[in-house]
């Protein structure tokens, strides 16, 4: 029996190999032949594979440290997001936060929109005190300054009206006043004799309220104004219920607002005046004119009765120039009405007041506290001329030598500057001097120490600073004017 031959095992290329083994790889559910997925039979695995192809163990580790550091630190971050969430979980509930949105939209939901609009209420104001218009200045700006010049012009009429009335009344016997200037010469004027001059600086000697709660105290004084002036406009019928419920509300309210000026409490005089503060403040000098509308007249003297006898702390007064503007446009104007119907007594009274407390020299050397004495010095001088009880006169005239004696030989040091405009209310306020003059004796001490200022203005060739001049010189009753003066020489 032959030996049965075996048949040769063909040779495959390393091609055909190749391709065979791909033929063995499962495929995936897109049809794909999955690439390191080996079946169990005819394909070698990994660890089978020779040394040189299988990946050294460091890098194995390294590779395995590196996915669990991620994978640490996305949770840590992923820890990090639920605390922050979690933490203000649970504090509000449903029922609390639908009540906050409501609290949000009934402060946008109002009954009368007119009462809560900052714009309609500025208009409403604006309105009802009418000013011309003048190009190139705006709107706020532009009323500040036409009050302004209304109560110079004002005081500037009062006072030419009470010169004219005094020419009318017969003449007493008098030395002549002829000559007292002297003959204007360069070379041959002499100097009056001048004072020790000494620098004074104004200090305000009491110490601020905190800034904080006078603010709150203007807001609060502004609150009651806007519900009296809402209560204004809402005048109900004729039912006696609504009526008296009105009235009683008004009541109400005008006490309280009386009461936020604080001007009934005991303030030593060693502490700031919480109401005096308040005008250091452009909000609190603009909103006093709308308080006055709900005061009386006896409520509004005993303000200007507290701002007299606390002048010190008032920064106006003490040589702030920024807020001087808004004070005579606000504050001052609200006098000049007051004083309008003021009595001998009191106009006494608010003199008095002045005189004891305050230094006239310091006084004099401020727009503001200028214009305050003017308007005192004219309303004395008309209820003069009206025929005013003698006891009262007499009472005036005391008072008028003593403020005249508090600036004897300082009224040269009143002028601090050259400017005419700055220099209006100085001159104003000599002419009332010089209206009010009780006798010649007053009248050449005045024009002896002012006498250099008088000249030069009156060589100048400012209009305003020669209308000064021309006031004064008529309240003298000189019968001459700057123009005649300046020519003497």
């Not at 010049?149 to 020419?167: D, G, P, T, Y």
């Not at 000697?205 to 406009?233: G, H, N, P, W």
């Not at 308080?291 to 920064?315: G, K």
């Not at 001052?332 to 007041?353: E, H, K, W």
Request: with cysteine; glycine share 4%; aromatic share 8%.
């Amino acid at each position: 029996m032959q030996p049965q031959v075996q048949p040769k095992q063909q040779a495959f290329s390393l091609e055909q190999v190749e391709a065979q083994l791909r033929s063995m790889r499962p495929v995936d559910d897109f049809g794909q032949r999955s690439v390191g997925m080996y079946p169990q039979s005819g394909y070698p695995a990994p660890n089978q594979l020779p040394q040189m192809v299988q990946q050294p163990p460091q890098m194995q580790q390294q590779h395995l440290q590196q996915q669990n550091a991620h994978q640490q630190q996305a949770q840590s971050v992923q820890q990090q997001q639920q605390q922050k969430k979690e933490k203000y979980k649970g504090l509000m509930r449903k029922f609390e936060k639908d009540l906050i949105a409501k609290i949000q939209i009934a402060n946008l939901v109002t009954e009368d929109p007119y009462k809560d609009d900052f714009y309609y209420q500025l208009f409403t104001v604006i309105k009802e005190s009418p000013v011309p218009t003048k190009k190139g200045l705006k709107p706020l700006l532009q009323t500040q300054l036409v009050k302004a010049s209304s109560v110079s012009n004002h005081m500037q009429q009062q006072m030419k009206r009470l010169i004219e009335n005094r020419k009318q009344r017969p003449q007493r016997e008098q030395v002549s006043l002829e000559g007292a200037l002297g003959k204007i010469s360069v070379q041959s004027t002499k100097n009056p004799k001048k004072t020790i001059q000494l620098t004074e600086i104004a200090v305000n000697v009491f110490e601020k309220q905190d800034y904080k709660s006078t603010l709150l105290a203007i807001e609060k004084v502004y609150k009651i104004v806007l519900v009296l002036e809402q209560l204004k406009r809402q005048i109900p019928d004729e039912q006696e219920e609504l009526v008296e419920w009105f009235l009683n509300k008004l009541n109400t309210n005008k006490q309280l607002l009386f009461k936020s000026l604080f001007l009934m409490d005991q303030i030593p005089l060693t502490d700031a005046h919480p109401f005096v503060n308040l005008l250091n403040y452009n909000k609190g000098m603009k909103i006093l004119s709308r308080v006055f509308r709900f005061m009386s007249p006896d409520q509004i003297f005993a303000v200007y009765s507290t701002i007299f006898t606390r002048l010190e702390c008032l920064d106006v007064i003490n040589g702030d120039k920024e807020e001087t503007e808004i004070f005579l446009s606000t504050v001052v104007p609200q006098f000049v009405t007051l004083a309008s119907d003021l009595g001998f007594g009191r106009v006494n009274q608010l003199m008095s007041i002045l005189l004891e407390r305050h230094n006239m020299v310091w006084m004099c050397k401020s727009s503001c506290g200028l214009s305050l004495l003017t308007v005192l010095l004219s309303r004395a001088e008309t209820l003069k001329q009206e025929g005013a009880k003698e006891q009262e006169q007499s009472a005036w005239s005391e008072i008028y030598n003593f403020l005249f004696m508090s600036l004897q030989n300082q009224f040269a040091q009143l002028f601090v500057t050259e400017k005419a405009q700055d220099n209006l209310y100085l001159w104003q306020f000599l002419s009332a001097m010089a209206v009010g003059a009780s006798g010649v004796e007053h009248q050449g001490i005045l024009i002896t120490e002012i006498r250099e200022h008088v000249i030069k203005a009156a060589k100048s060739n400012d209009p305003r600073s020669l209308d000064n001049v021309n006031l004064f010189l008529k309240a003298l009753g000189l019968g001459i004017d700057a123009q005649q003066l300046a020519q003497m020489g």
